[in-house]
C-alpha cells in the first residue's frame, strides 16, 4: 500500500505565504517525477509545479517567481513554498507522484488526499 499525504493548507491573507509538504509512505521501490496541482471550484485541475527526480522543475507562469517546489530524497517528501499569495490562488491542493513498487515495475501515478488553501483578507 501506497500513499501520499498532504499537509500544510490553511487561510492566509493576500501577500502571506504557506508551505505545503506532501510525504510518500508504504512500500516504495522509488519515486520518478512529483508534481503540485490545484482546482478550484468550477475550474478543472491544473499543474502548479513539477520537479524531476534530477531536481529540474516546471512552473506555469501564473505562480513563476512566487513558487518553489523542492524535494527531499532521503525522506521521499515534496514541498511547495507559496510566497506573495493572491485571492486567485484559492483552491484545492493536491500532490502527485510517479513511483514503482518493486524493481522493473511500472511507474505509477499516486493522488494525495488535498489540502484547502484558502487566501483572503
Known amino acids: 500500500q501506497v500513499q501520499l499525504v498532504e499537509s500544510g493548507g490553511g487561510l492566509v491573507q493576500p501577500g502571506g505565504s504557506l508551505r505545503l509538504s506532501c510525504a510518500a509512505s508504504?512500500?516504495?521501490?522509488?519515486?520518478?517525477?512529483m508534481g503540485w496541482y490545484r482546482q478550484a471550484p468550477g475550474k478543472e485541475r491544473e499543474l502548479v509545479a513539477s520537479?524531476?527526480?534530477?531536481?529540474?522543475?516546471n512552473y506555469p507562469d501564473s505562480v513563476k517567481g512566487r513558487f518553489t517546489i523542492s524535494r527531499d530524497n532521503a525522506k521521499n517528501t515534496v514541498y511547495l513554498q507559496m510566497n506573495s499569495l493572491k485571492p486567485e490562488d484559492t483552491a484545492v491542493y493536491y500532490c502527485?507522484?510517479?513511483?514503482?513498487?518493486?524493481?522493473?515495475?511500472?511507474?505509477?501515478?499516486?493522488w494525495g488526499q488535498g489540502t484547502q488553501v484558502t487566501v483572503s483578507s
Open positions: 502527485n507522484a510517479a513511483m514503482r513498487t518493486r524493481n522493473w515495475g511500472p511507474l505509477s501515478d499516486y
Open positions: 520537479i524531476t527526480s534530477g531536481g529540474t522543475t
Open positions: 508504504g512500500s516504495i521501490f522509488s519515486i520518478g517525477a
